[in-house]
T-cell receptor
């Protein structure tokens, strides 16, 4: 079975903390994505990566950065967490077959910033 | 990027067909239509995709109008486990590097017995 694993299911952090959300996939996928999901707003794309050390901004990159040092791992970084970053964060991966692109999602990390 | 419009919610009786509409009037000729669903507390799951022709797999059927401005996802015999948020997504094909799936708010389908 394909697997996208997010390091934490629930996370509580304080305002101003630096927060790392980790995502690992075991499918040798080239593409990895970070989304956040908020009630009434659906899923919004934060960042994505098509290869190691490459990154592209999504719709809402402000306040976030990412790191892709290895193919299987894509990290989302909140440099200084704020309360408006309280959200469900979803990581996904896909292969570089764009005609039949399927995203495989992790179970999500519910982040609360107090 | 082409945008999609879906009704916010729909109801369906168990065992009946669920027909979920999606408008994508600004779709380009090389853009695919993708459908995903998200069951509560889980990440979204791929259902089906298509370009011009109707498609069917073990989960659902996808009907795309001839002008490609709208599509319908059909769950032929809905069950309680099909209760979920369904997302219709249009993305640009591989000629446009650097794109990704853009999810909207989706349709919340409630299947009841």
């Amino acid at each position: 079975d394909v697997k996208v694993t997010q390091s934490s299911r629930y996370l509580v952090k304080r305002t101003g903390e630096k927060v790392f959300l980790e995502c690992v996939q075991d499918m040798d996928h080239e593409n990895m994505f970070w989304y956040r999901q908020d009630p009434g707003l659906g899923l919004r794309l934060i960042y994505f990566s098509y290869d190691v050390k490459m990154k592209e901004k999504g719709d809402i990159p402000e306040g976030y950065s990412v790191s892709r040092e290895k193919k299987e791992r894509f990290s989302l970084i909140l440099e200084s967490a704020s309360t408006n970053q309280t959200s469900m964060y979803l990581c996904a991966s896909s292969s570089w077959d764009l005609i039949k692109e399927k995203l495989f999602f992790g179970s999500g990390t519910q982040l609360s910033v107090l | 990027d082409a945008k999609t419009t879906q009704p916010p919610s729909m109801d369906c009786a168990e065992g009946r067909a669920a027909n979920l509409p999606c408008n994508h009037s600004t779709i380009s000729g090389n853009e695919y239509v993708y459908w995903y669903r998200q069951i509560h507390s889980q990440g979204p799951q791929y259902i089906i995709h298509g370009l011009k022709n109707n498609e069917t797999n073990e989960m659902a059927s996808l009907i795309i109008t001839e002008d490609r401005k709208s599509s319908t996802l059909i769950l032929p015999h809905a069950t309680l486990r099909d209760t979920a948020v369904y997302y219709c997504i249009v993305r640009i094909s591989l000629n446009q590097a650097g794109t990704a799936l853009i999810f909207g708010k989706g349709t919340t389908l409630s299947v009841s017995s």
